[in-house]
């Protein structure tokens, strides 16, 4: 499989067939999806059923960590309408899953190991008959003593909750001199509190048993159909072809969907009642029933010279990663090695642990291990500024990473990047012209708003700042790979691939990119689902590179076929055409056939899989290539703060964010918009609470997510270097806005009141007290 | 648990009421009455559109008008909504011929995922049947209560904005 190298050919000139193609890549065409989803018509996973479907339900655990003892489903199968009732005895396959370590059982049978693990499901013929079959179920408990902390897992003081162990993966980071020292030494411990990705469309799924039982259909809300059928397919015991998934509506997903969760429950059920299932997660359920962020605790030390240059880093991390593996492993290898942030460094020692507990397991979030990583680095960057009497922007210009760097795992950083211009455009952006509380003196612009009773004169003012490195696509030796199967037919361009549309709006750039590769106008998207290969994951800010480049290559081969059919047809060399606008155009000669014309009654199709470049493992000392590729990104942020209600007001975010070319434009700027927004809610609200291993907040009411009113004005600036090594010159764009946003806010509050915060989310009992 | 053998309660066999949902009588029947409007208009009556994503009133995906009145559908008990106009998203356009509410969203880039969509333009509606020139401070307030996690919200009070604009004769 070749890499794609160039990006497709674009013209401005005139085409001879009519207006020019619009919606190509560098536009902003609408979403395909669009009207519908304004129109309440787009089906989400949510809104499938099937004639004669039954509901399922799922019982949890409530606690943290317990023996069963025994349990009796004899109260539910007694309650009309209740169809089927399933536990880990009826589990025809393997027992467990997981996307890395398949560690994590489809319903607990010796152990449970959280709040809210699975231990039975049931199909009836209402959500209300299945609440009260749940109800009806006797499970008697073993209540064991839990791990709570996770220093206690790292340094193996409390014995093994799980037969493989309480620690998910150690790693090390040794580079250079590691007795170096500097003249500034600066120190401190941070803390990043468990998040929830909470996007609004809940887990739901409709599981189609083929007849006899021989297989099964799910239309499911995931990031991932082929990892998903493999699960399943294996703890179902059937052939993974007996499993067919289609991409159901997805209502947001921020990496929580790329663990499985409901899947294997829905198919297990339709299997068992021979009947369609629909399982549809509450939101108190989602809480429980998917990963999240992982909790942190850091503690860092930089060396420096005088003058601010980084001389050597020291880190410990140690996340917890509650009580299932999920990727915890492939998290805490993004945090260790972006512990240097997107600065120059030498010389480091870094100590990384991604440990089990009996809290809620956790895996990817957006920003998937280097949001935790930021947060600390950047807050040494501000304390190394103090030390050396600079200002942020000036220690972060002094280190900012450059294109040939090497990292601290020896990796030597061959991406365009812009992290001076990144910092420099930041800083070029306008602060807010509003005075504290607003122009017009309205009470709502006030920290907490009009309902509360902060006086104007004491709030206080602040600026911070944040700049990230992030990583793109798979790392440590992963085959990652897209498929695309392009179909050119009389001047219309269908598309196949299984890549999970989200929300990101990879549907529209895949228009985009076959309109500019073949001259099309029309383009029709087929279904998503497993009938073509795997795509990967939307995760890791990928698709655009890795789905983008597949279907480029596709609609490349096809080209390649036209070209040949129109050379043969007109006796010219196929290497001397191209597409200019609609029309397939000799370059040397006069030759111009409108693609519609060339291809009547023609059809003309191809696949084509893009791979990144191979990456490989970490060494024992945290050395090797191990990631792709990476982006860079600087937030600054300005916040009102109410000293004595600890209330925090975000007044705007700026970034200039390194985005490789801007392919569809408003997309990017959503997915600028959307980030920000939830580095802001880590920042000052967002964080699931547990106390002795129960969720205390699991639900919209005590979990706050920011509103309209909590999201600050943005204003971004597009840093656009088409980087060679992407097949469209493009970066991935989703993670970067989410990472280094909360420690710019973080920063702000501390500008405001002087207070040496070193935990996030910032509470009000934090800056009060 | 007293009842656990019994099946779903019904309003018993020969009970129903009705519903008025966009501009149509709906006889709902053998129902039990703990649902909510969310609930039966999504699963009794098909209509889809609009969506549950915290059945607690903090989200506002559910938004539907109930005699014009703004109202979360999942805090209201469907059988309690009897002879009250009830206007859902599918209610605001038909098929095809979007609001210019509904375009100006897709125009603006205000949707990504969607969830929050339909909620979003029952609100924007009615804060624009109030407020036909809103200030973009008006417009966080009056449509804070609909969440959504993916925007950050700045191209949905842009669509807002070209909205109010384009009524008032302005160009979008
Ligand atoms: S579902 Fe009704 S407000 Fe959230
Ligand atoms: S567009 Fe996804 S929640 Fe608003």
Redesign the pocket.
Known sequence: MSATTATTTTTTTTTTTGAPVTGRLGDSPVRPDGIAKVQGSFAFSGDLSADGSLWGATLRSPHPYARIVSIDLSGAWAINGVEAVVTAEDVPGKPTYGLIDQDQPVFASEYVRYVGEPVAAVAANHPETCRRALAAIRVEYEVLEPLTDPERAADGTFPPIHPNGNVFRHQRIVRGDTEATGEVVVESDYEIGMQDQAF?GLEAALAIPDPGGEGVELYVATQWLHEDRGQIAACLDLPAEKVRLTLGGV??AFGAREDISLQVHTCLLALRTGRPVRIAYSREESFLGHVHRHPARIWMRHHATRDGKIVKIEARIVMDGGAYASTSSAVLINAVTHMQGPYKCENAVVDGWAVRTNHLPCGAMRGFGVVQACFAHEGQMDRLAAACGLDPVEIRLRNAMETGDRLITGQVIENVAPVRECILETAALPLPDEPVGGHDGDPMRLPGGAGLTADRSHIRRGIGWGVAIKNLMYSEGFDDFSTARVTLRDGVASLKFATAEV?QGFVTLAGQIARSVLGVDDVVLEPIDTTVGSAGSTSASRQTWMSGGAVDGACRLVREQLFAHVGAQHGVDPLRLAIDGRDVVDTMGDLCVPVAQATAGLVFEDTFEHHHRPTEELDENGQGNCHTAFAFVAHRAVVDVDPELGLVKVVQIATAQDVGRALNPLSVIGQIEGGIAQGVGLAVMEEIVQIDGRVRNANFTDYLLPTFLDMPDVVATLIEHPDPMAPLGAKGVGEPPCISSTPAVVAAIRDAIGKDLTRTPVRPSDIVF | MSDTTAAVPTTGSNQMYVLHVNGVDHEIRDAWLGESLLYVLRERLGLMGSKGACEQGECGSCSVLVDDELVCGCLVLAASATGQRIVTIEGVAPVGAPSDVQQAFVDAGA???????PGLIMATHALLDRSPEPTEYEIREELSGNV????GYGRIIEAVQRVAVARRGGAA
């Open positions: 609004l209502g947001g929300g | 949707v990504q995922c969607g969830f929050c969509t959504c996690r993916c925007t």
